[in-house]
């Protein structure tokens, strides 16, 4: 497969709109409603679209020997990432904790993003059929949807988010 794959360019979209709202929250200040829905908002977005990708994508290509480090990888982020936001849900939003956190977990993501469209989509593109793109797509699709309804923002502190 090429670039062309559309799994994967439903993923860079869903990174491309991450970025966006990463950058809209950089842009508020205090405990403010524009902060929370934000936060609420890419709350939802980053853990549905882990999930979803997780599903359609991850599963598939951890079977494979080509990129199953790769993939494990990114799962490892995926779960460190979500733990940042629980802790970050569970700091007080005026406090400048807040935004300190805010920014690491900004760069984190960014270059969990970076990496996978740089280094791990090109190595996948080549693993992914024509027929294993459309279920792929499909099971994303679904997923994300089904995810994202049910996905909550879950105030953890770091020190007692699991390992």
């Not at 882990?50 to 494990?72: F, G, K």
């Amino acid at each position: 497969m090429n670039d062309q794959s559309t799994v994967l360019n439903r993923l860079k979209s869903d990174h491309a709109r991450q970025r966006d709202l990463l950058d809209q929250i950089a842009q508020t200040q205090a405990d403010t409603d524009e902060r929370r829905d934000l936060f609420t908002e890419l709350t939802k977005e980053l853990k549905s679209h882990a999930s979803a990708e997780e599903q359609a994508v991850y599963s598939e290509m951890l079977a494979d020997p080509e990129v199953s480090d790769e993939t494990r990888h990114s799962v490892a982020e995926h779960h460190e990432i979500d733990e940042m936001l629980n802790d970050l849900a569970a700091t007080d939003m005026s406090s400048p904790g807040w935004l300190q956190k805010f920014k690491q977990l900004d760069d984190r993501y960014r270059h969990h993003i970076n990496e996978e469209e740089d280094d791990h989509f090109p190595d996948f593109a080549e693993q992914i059929d024509a027929d294993m793109d459309k279920k792929m797509t499909d099971v994303f699709d679904e997923r994300k949807q089904a995810e994202k309804a049910e996905a909550e923002v879950t105030p953890v502190k770091a020190d007692d988010a699991k390992e």
